[in-house]
T-cell receptor, first 112, second 113 residues
C-alpha cells in the first residue's frame, strides 16, 4: 500500500504570511494531488502533478502555488495566507494506469 | 456548480439495516466512479468503485448500483454495523489521463447499535 506522509500535521499561520505544506510519497507514483477539505465542501482539488518539475491547476488554484521538485515530493505554497485558507489539506498520490488515490494523513491549517 | 451531487447529507440507520447513499452526476463522459469513506479525523480511503460498463459492483456488504441513462448511482450497505459510521464521498473521474477526481460533498452515515 502507498505511503504518503505530510508535514507539518498542523500549523497556525498569520494572515499575510507564507506557508509551505509538504508531501512525500515512497511508492514511485507518478501522480500527486493537493486537496483542501472544508466542512460542507467535501474535497476540492487545488493542484496536481503527473511528472516531476511540472504542475497543473486543479479546480480551486487561486491563492496557491505548487512545486514538484522530484517524483517523491510535492509542496503546496501559500504566498500570502488568508483567513479563508483555514482548512484541512490532504495530499494524495496514484500510479499511472491505476485508479486508486492514496491519501496522506492531512495537515490542519489555521490562519489567524 | 457541483458536478457530483450526493444525498442525503446525513443518514442514520439502526444496526442490521440497509443504508442507501445516493449520487448523481452531470457529465456523461465521466469514466470512473469511486466511493471513498472517511472516519473522523482520518484521511479518505477507497471503499469501492465502478466503471460505466457495469451496472453493479459488489464487495461484501457494499454494493454500487449504477444507472448510466439517468446518471445516477447508489451505494447500498447491507447489515450496517456501527463501525460503518463514517462520511462517504462519491467521486467521478473526467475522461482523460489526468487522474483527477471530482468529489461530492459527502453523506455522513451514523449506524446506531
Amino acid at each position: 500500500e502507498a505511503a504518503v506522509t505530510q508535514s507539518p500535521r498542523s500549523k497556525v499561520a498569520v494572515t499575510g504570511g507564507k506557508v509551505t505544506l509538504s508531501c512525500h510519497q515512497t511508492n514511485n507514483h507518478d501522480y500527486m494531488y493537493w486537496y483542501r477539505q472544508d466542512t460542507g465542501h467535501g474535497l476540492r482539488l487545488i493542484h496536481y502533478s503527473y511528472v516531476a518539475d511540472s504542475t497543473e491547476k486543479g479546480d480551486i488554484p487561486d491563492g496557491y502555488k505548487a512545486s514538484r521538485p522530484s517524483q517523491e515530493n510535492f509542496s503546496l505554497i501559500l504566498e500570502l495566507a488568508s483567513l479563508s485558507q483555514t482548512a484541512v489539506y490532504f495530499c494524495a498520490s496514484s500510479a499511472t494506469g491505476q485508479d486508486t488515490q492514496y491519501f496522506g494523513p492531512g495537515t490542519r491549517l489555521l490562519v489567524l | 456548480q457541483q458536478q457530483v451531487r450526493q444525498s442525503p447529507q446525513s443518514l442514520t440507520v439502526w444496526e442490521g439495516e440497509t443504508a442507501i447513499l445516493n449520487c448523481s452526476y452531470e457529465d456523461s463522459t465521466f469514466d470512473y466512479f469511486p466511493w471513498y469513506w472517511q472516519f473522523p479525523r482520518e484521511s479518505p480511503a477507497l471503499l469501492i468503485a465502478i466503471r460505466p460498463v457495469s451496472n453493479k459492483k459488489e464487495d461484501g456488504r457494499f454494493t454500487i448500483f449504477f444507472n448510466k441513462r439517468e446518471k445516477k448511482l447508489s451505494l447500498h450497505i447491507t447489515d450496517s454495523q456501527p463501525g460503518d459510521s463514517a462520511t462517504y464521498f462519491c467521486a467521478a473521474r473526467p475522461t482523460g489521463n489526468t487522474g483527477k477526481l471530482i468529489f461530492g460533498l459527502g453523506t455522513t452515515l451514523q449506524v446506531q447499535p
